[in-house]
């Protein structure tokens, strides 16, 4: 079996691989709902989803902070790694031990394309096209429900001291731009910029300011200390696992959505 990565990294396997782990959060959880439980050998301290797999699965460090030896140890067919969360540095390490395939989501045909590969991958062909399905019969709907909601313009907060927000190129901007929010910080050069607060209004006035619950724990003293810049934006805590996490999580996604809408 020969089949290419994300990256364009071609592979080559003799038989299905059976020892997997998984360094991205989002993309074990992908691996559990395609019934994979029992293959899934080794996964990071941030795989929350399904938490029982915390209780019965090797932790082997963060998504960039990597306990290689762990990792060998568990003797896996395949370590699945992503571009944004897992460095090239550790990629490259992580390849002297066995395959390491990488995924790249920017869009939301990316991630069709990452639950495609995973069926191919790990003889799960049915499960894939199951998920596939439902993620694009809700992706339809909500397209439907957004069609005729005004475009408002917004701020997605990752991190504080520094600020550091979404830009362009990311999954998060695809969401965003999904749900009708015009993200002023796409002409920034870096995919995840700093910015100033106090230039806020001056880079595009938002109608909205986000603030994610993940990476960084966002709490009322930040809203307010960001409310001191803008003018009219409204501030709203956003659950960062929808707008960040792809895989089969974005078949939740689309409800929360409906959700955020109503109450916005």
């Known amino acids: 079996m020969q089949l290419a990565d994300q990256l364009g990294t071609q592979h080559t396997f003799k038989k299905t691989p059976l020892r997997i782990v998984s360094l991205v959060p989002s993309q074990t959880e992908l691996l559990y709902d395609l ?9 990071t301290k941030f795989c929350m989803h399904p938490f029982h797999l915390k209780a019965l699965k090797t932790i082997v460090g963060g998504t960039k902070t990597i306990k290689f030896d762990k990792i060998k140890a568990l003797q896996p067919d395949i ?12 990629v490259e390490e992580l390849s002297q031990i066995c395959p390491v395939w990488v995924t790249d ?3 939301i045909e990316d991630n069709l394309q990452m639950i495609h590969d995973f069926g191919q991958l790990f003889n799960k062909r049915t499960e894939s096209r199951k998920w596939i399905d439902k993620i694009n019969f809700a992706y339809q709907d909500f397209q439907q429900f957004i069609k005729d ?16 927000v979404a830009g362009n190129d990311t999954f998060i901007n695809e969401l965003l731009q999904l749900n009708h929010f ?25 109608d909205y300011v986000f603030l994610s619950s993940e990476p960084f724990p966002f709490k009322d003293e930040h809203a307010f200390e960001i409310g001191r810049f803008t003018h009219h934006a ?31």
């Not at 701020?155 to 504080?160: D, L, P, V």
Request: with cysteine; charged share 30%; aromatic share 12%.
């Open 35 to 43: 019934g994979l439980e029992e293959h899934i050998v080794g996964i």
């Open 79 to 90: 370590i699945i790694c992503n571009k944004e969360e897992n460095t090239k540095e550790i």
């Open 105 to 107: 989501i920017l869009t």
């Open 149 to 164: 909601k005004p475009v408002k313009k917004a701020a997605y907060f990752i991190w504080a001291n520094p600020h550091m």
């Open 182 to 206: 015009e993200n002023i910080y796409t002409s920034k050069e870096e995919r995840y910029p700093e910015v100033e607060l106090k230039k806020i209004r001056l880079e595009g006035d938002p």
């Open 234 to 264: 409204k501030t709203v805590f956003v659950d960062g696992e929808m707008f960040s996490w792809y895989g089969s999580r974005l078949l939740k996604a689309f409800d929360y959505f409906k959700l955020l809408h109503s109450k916005i």
